[in-house]
């Protein structure tokens, strides 16, 4: 018989209303909600004082695995999910081997099964010349597109073959937007760029606007479900208005809490693609978050050791790590009155597994899996260092003090975070996604 979790007295955020109310667990899943105490269980969880939310989705991480264990693999990566109250990720195609054919797709599915202690799923990317392996995937959330800031066959620039892609295929597509003509005659015409703040010059608003805009363009042309990641600037929102149920977009926390003047302060630790831009960008980013211009907030996870980060500019890589601070962030934003906690919840959970097409993801609800985070939003700690899950063991927000913390993390009704510690027995699950549903716009 399947082990039953009785969770009480837990404030409990609904897809509707957040209510004090109990959430009985059976398995994997969400069997009952408002339940009597005397319901048979296993396990009673008294969450008095504290709040409950669905698992976070993020859909935008590079786990580095396989090709990059020294910076993180999937095992490390997932740990910091869960500490982080992540239940889901997505993880990019540009490991080694890059992700570009449905054989490489299964094997890193498999790989994860025997890794990953959250639930997983990947994105097959495209390349100069393999539309037949992405017309022919399956079990993958979507088509990844680098147009700009990538390498080899995975800078996908020529225009013959973007429309191919758009055209030809039927999963969601998502891009990383930088316009590549763009950042080179920008690092030309800085000499290549002496100092970490010639990045932001570099890495412009041209560059993210003209990419941006182009993306758009195929998918209203072709009528292709597009997913902008971490949109950067203020110019780029106006683009992303709902045309007709095809795009959504989605920003990033260090796009919200970062901008060019933290160079001085935190120099190649916020050195990022797309770069970091101004303050007002950044609050422009914000407002369209609020305004649900931007659905969704991703941390494009992306770690790099700090050996590698300190050589200086410009040999220095373009990442930071974030899948373990970006819930407490937010939590944070609301102890501050900035947003609400349904917001949160909508933008990191809800929303992104509707996006996706996620089957029983986002939402605490009846028949759906039991994902779930109990946070503590009086909680206040310091982001250190020295107290990071992620392999690479740095954070740019070092020192930073947060209010909202997760503390007990279930994937699929199995405690694998509580107390500071984590169970790194590989327990996650493949996530299922169901491509015919509508995804996003058919149900919110």
Request: with cysteine; proline share 5%; charged share 25%.
């Amino acid at each position: 018989m399947a082990h039953r979790t009785l969770i009480r007295h837990a404030e409990v955020v609904l897809p509707s209303e957040t209510v004090a109310t109990s959430v009985l667990i059976e398995g994997e899943r969400i069997v009952a909600l408002d339940v009597p105490s005397s319901v048979r269980h296993d396990e009673v969880v008294d969450a008095s004082g504290r709040t409950l939310i669905p698992g976070v989705v993020d859909d935008q991480v590079h786990f580095r695995d396989p090709g990059f264990p020294q910076k993180e693999d999937l095992r490390t990566g997932s740990m910091a999910c869960a500490a982080g109250g992540v239940t889901s990720f997505l993880e990019m195609p540009n490991t080694s081997p890059q992700t570009v054919t449905v054989e490489a797709l299964h094997a890193k599915l498999e790989l994860a099964g025997s890794k990953s202690i959250v639930n997983y799923g990947f994105y097959i990317g495209a390349t100069v010349d393999n539309l037949a392996e992405l017309k022919a995937a399956d079990r993958t959330c979507g088509i990844k597109i680098f147009i700009g800031s990538s390498t080899g066959n995975m800078l996908v620039d020529d225009q013959d073959v973007l429309e191919a892609v758009f055209a030809e295929t039927s999963l969601p597509i998502t891009a990383h937007c930088e316009d590549e003509a763009t950042v080179r005659a920008n690092r030309e015409r800085l000499g290549g760029g002496t100092t970490v703040e010639d990045h932001s010059r570099i890495r412009d608003e041209a560059a993210a606007v003209i990419a941006t805009r182009r993306a758009v363009d195929l998918a209203l042309r072709h009528r292709h479900r597009f997913h902008v990641l971490h949109v950067s600037t203020a110019a780029e929102v106006p683009l992303l208005e709902d045309h007709k149920g095809l795009l959504t977009a989605e920003v990033c926390p260090h796009h919200l809490f970062f901008d060019v003047s933290d160079y001085e302060r935190l120099g190649t630790r916020v050195q990022m693609n797309p770069s970091i831009k101004t303050s007002a960008d950044r609050q422009a980013l914000w407002q369209a978050l609020l305004d649900n211009r931007i659905q969704i907030v991703a941390t494009d996870h992306a770690p790099h050791t700090l050996d590698e980060k300190n050589v200086g500019y410009p040999d220095s890589p373009s990442g930071l790590p974030a899948v373990e601070n970006s819930l407490p962030l937010m939590l944070d934003q609301v102890s501050k009155g900035r947003c609400r906690l349904d917001q949160v919840v909508g933008w990191m959970c809800d929303g992104p597994a509707r996006v996706w097409d996620m089957v029983g993801k986002g939402r605490i609800e009846v028949g759906y899996d039991a994902d779930l985070v109990l946070v503590d939003l009086e909680a206040t700690r310091e982001v250190r260092d020295e107290d990071q899950w992620t392999r690479s063991g740095w954070t740019p927000w070092h020192g930073t003090t947060l209010t909202g913390w997760p503390v007990r993390t279930w994937v699929g009704g199995r405690t694998v975070f509580m107390d500071g510690e984590v169970d790194d027995r590989p327990l996650g699950r493949e996530i299922v996604f169901d491509h015919a549903r509508g995804g996003y716009w058919a149900t919110r």
